[in-house]
């Protein structure tokens, strides 16, 4: 139960960081791995990617190194 607890916590932390630096709402996915840990993953990484989508623009190309 301790490492549910413990999970739950650097989840939280961890989508707080990453939100904010994606310019997503930080409380709300704060609270998402708060209470669902890990699960919320998937879901994090499409939203950042339709938020980078939609910042750029649908037409635009992205290169990466």
Same mark, same amino acid.
């Given at each position: 139960?301790?490492? =549910?607890?413990? *999970?739950?916590?650097?989840?939280?932390?961890?989508?707080?960081?990453? $939100?904010?630096?994606? %310019? &997503?709402?930080?409380?709300?996915?704060?609270? =998402?791995?708060? *209470?669902?840990?890990?699960?919320?993953?998937?879901?994090?990484?499409? $939203?950042?990617?339709? %938020? &980078?989508?939609?910042?750029?623009?649908?037409?635009?190309?992205?290169?990466?190194?």
């Amino acid at each position: 139960m301790f490492l =549910a607890v413990v *999970v739950s916590l650097l989840c939280s932390v961890y989508y707080y960081v990453e $939100s904010f630096k994606s %310019a &997503l709402p930080a409380k709300r996915w704060a609270m =998402a791995g708060l *209470v669902f840990g890990p699960l919320v993953f998937p879901v994090f990484t499409i $939203s950042q990617h339709v %938020a &980078l989508r939609h910042a750029q623009g649908f037409q635009n190309t992205t290169i990466r190194a």
